[in-house]
């Protein structure tokens, strides 16, 4: 089992930044990669930027330039800085742990809102 917890949304003006936390819990080792999905109202659950264990990143389109993955691997924590923020981007983020055996796991979910 793996535990998600996220942290570090909130409201933001356009153009502006957020920076959010993704801290993993439990069978840490069995984890191939993570992401953030996020998930506007009336809309799909889309994904917006994944790491692999190995350090390879890939972005959605609307995201690339503006959106930034990383982990630190010694706090078992994977982080999505947002830069010049829109409205387009306020969504439910959700936090994704895939393990080598192929099993999904999310968090809870942290909001984000860009509006002036």
């Known amino acids: 089992q793996v535990q998600l917890v996220e942290s570090g949304g909130g409201l933001v003006q356009p153009g502006g930044s957020l920076r959010l936390s993704c801290a993993a819990s439990?069978?840490?080792?069995?984890?191939?990669?993570m992401g953030w999905y996020r998930q506007a109202p009336g809309k799909q659950r889309e994904s917006v930027a994944a790491i692999t264990s190995g350090g390879s990143t890939n972005y959605a389109d609307s995201v690339k330039g503006r959106f930034t993955i990383s982990r630190n691997n010694a706090k078992n924590t994977v982080y999505l800085q947002m830069n010049s923020l829109k409205p387009e981007d306020t969504a439910v983020y959700y936090c994704n742990a895939i393990t080598h055996q192929g099993q999904d796991y999310w968090g809870q979910g942290t909001q984000v809102t860009v509006s002036s």
């Open positions: 439990g069978s840490i080792l069995t984890i191939y990669g």
